[in-house]
């Protein structure tokens, strides 16, 4: 009987033992290196100010991502409106925040004070706190991005199906909620998912308006003790824990809409 | 229901319909008494399915007026200005009309049953189980009793085209109007489509049928109208517009039809 002998691949060979050797030599590199003090990672890991932090960051981003969805939603709307003035508010709304950079946006919330002293009856500096700032400046942002998001998802919903609702008597309200958004959910969920693991990381941005998140925490800190990349690293495992996480959650959400919507994209 | 029985269940008259310059309604007249099938053939783009988009409102019109069952579709009359209803009316209108659509327009998202249900239960709040109820015995009326909780993908064309005619009647409409219904079908599914129709003719449903599907149109249809460029070109009982045209025109269209069926 013959033996079957598969092709060689000896440039894919070596290619594997290239990357697999440069990746073992950083590995060690960083874990020998004199420089880097694991002690202090490991004693920063869980400590009280860096989990407050954490804590921080999640309700950032989680408040973010909630106004800038439903902000989202209703610039998507506006979008496609009839009207010349709606749309174009949207349209100018989503060129501003995202031609701009969130950095900029985040500096310009926190230091509103200068260009506002009251806002009606309170003092702006009682109003806007680092953190509303934070939230502010992100769920504006965000909203940018999500209205683009949510406008391409309601785009690829076939227009037979908002056609059928009107004309078994559904307003435009009702077909938008019951038919034409839970169809555009499925294009919406991928991007949308990118987006809060983009927003996820853009929370450390608001450092520089002494925020209270997880990269303030981390630089409260180093900046007392002058461990720098140490805190970094207690940093970025955490930045990647959440990233983690979420993308195991959009590939579920995923999932289960693809089961859902087994209409949408029939694959039999 | 106090008129005389003579009144139409539907009547156009001198509808005008234009898409920026182009005038694609020119003058359309009409009268469809309750019970009655009409056919519209014409060629593509003649303006059939505009006309039938105007009757549900679910095109604007530019000029004239279209009653069904005695009522002015999508506007009120102000002597001397038609006024566009708000929604509200427009809807409570669009909910009694039935709408059957070229490409069926199943909600793609919902079973079969979840879409036959779904605007009895969102526009007529009818409650569920009463719903439900209908929803059954319509789907096995169409023939399609065990795909009830099917999605619509799953369905062939004909399948998904029978499923759409249930959900059109489970709003219980005084008047339906079919899009083209067998257009994007394969040839051998497009007999069951047209045994549906053909049964809710015999039962006396109001029908007005946008079509190719001359023989259809010669054994159902009660009236047929030839469009072309916007304008009724012949009207009158099936067997004279097909089998004996008086125009030159619709003879040329009929031409092209012979021994197709």
């Known amino acids: 009987m013959a033996r079957v002998v598969a092709q060689r691949r000896p440039w894919l060979w070596l290619a594997s033992a290239i990357v697999f050797v440069a990746c073992a030599a950083l590995a060690v590199a960083i874990w020998r290196n004199p420089n880097i003090d694991h002690r202090i990672v490991a004693r920063y890991q869980f400590a009280p100010a860096i989990l407050h932090g954490l804590v921080v960051t999640v309700v950032l981003a989680l408040l973010s991502a909630v106004i800038g969805t439903t902000l989202g939603v209703a610039f998507a709307l506006m979008r496609l409106s009839r009207s010349a003035v709606l749309r174009g508010f949207a349209a100018f709304y989503a060129w501003l925040f995202r031609g701009t950079p969130l950095l900029v946006q985040i500096l310009f919330w926190g230091n509103l004070a200068l260009l506002f002293q009251t806002l009606g009856p309170f003092r702006t500096n009682d109003v806007m706190t ?107 495992f955490w930045y990647l824990v959440l990233t983690t996480l979420t993308s195991l959650g959009q590939h579920l959400l995923e999932k289960r809409l693809a089961r859902a919507g087994a209409g949408i994209h029939a694959a039999d | 229901m106090s008129e005389p029985a003579a009144a139409p269940m539907l009547r156009v008259a001198g509808v005008h319909k234009r898409f920026r310059r182009d005038e694609v309604l020119k003058g359309i007249d009409l009268d469809v008494a309750a019970g009655e099938v009409l056919c519209l053939i014409g060629p593509s783009g003649s303006g059939k399915s505009t006309l039938l988009r105007c009757v549900n409102h679910l095109e604007s019109i530019d000029d004239g007026h279209i009653w069904v069952d005695g009522q002015l579709i999508g506007y009120r009359d102000a002597g001397d200005r038609l006024v566009e209803l708000p929604e509200r009316e427009i809807c409570r209108q669009r909910a009694a009309i039935g709408m059957v659509f070229q490409h069926f327009n199943l909600f793609a998202h919902l079973t079969v049953l979840e879409n036959v249900i779904e605007a009895p239960v969102a526009v007529r709040r009818v409650p569920r189980g009463e719903a439900v109820r209908l929803a059954r015995e319509l789907i096995g009326r169409v023939g399609l009793a065990e795909k009830a909780d099917a999605y619509p993908a799953r369905l062939s064309g004909g399948q998904q085209q029978r499923v759409a005619i249930a959900r059109a009647l489970a709003m219980q409409p005084k008047l339906l109007l079919f899009d083209e219904p067998t257009s994007a079908l394969d040839p051998e599914l497009v007999g069951e489509v047209l045994e549906v129709m053909r049964a809710l003719a015999d039962d006396g449903m109001t029908m007005v049928v946008v079509t190719h599907e001359m023989a259809f149109a010669r054994e159902v249809g009660d009236r047929v109208a030839f469009i072309d460029g916007g304008a009724i070109v012949e009207e009158g009982s099936s067997s004279e517009v097909l089998v004996a045209p008086r125009h030159e025109r619709t003879r040329a269209f009929l031409a092209r039809f012979v021994g197709t069926r």
Do not use: C, W
Request: aromatic share 4%; net charge neutral.
């Open chain 1, 130 to 236: 680092p953190f509303v700032a934070s939230v502010v400046a992100l769920g504006l942002n965000e909203g940018a991005y999500m209205s683009e998001i949510v406008r391409a998802g309601i785009s690829a919903v076939d227009r037979g199906q908002y056609d059928a609702a009107q004309a078994l008597g559904m307003s435009h309200a009702l077909a938008m909620r019951r038919i034409v958004l839970p169809q555009a959910l499925a294009v919406i969920v991928p991007p949308a998912g990118n987006q809060f693991i983009s927003l996820l990381k853009a929370t450390s941005l608001v450092s520089v308006i002494a925020g209270g998140d997880l990269l303030t925490a981390a630089e409260n800190i180093s900046s007392a003790n002058l461990r720098t990349i140490e805190l970094m690293l207690v940093a970025t």
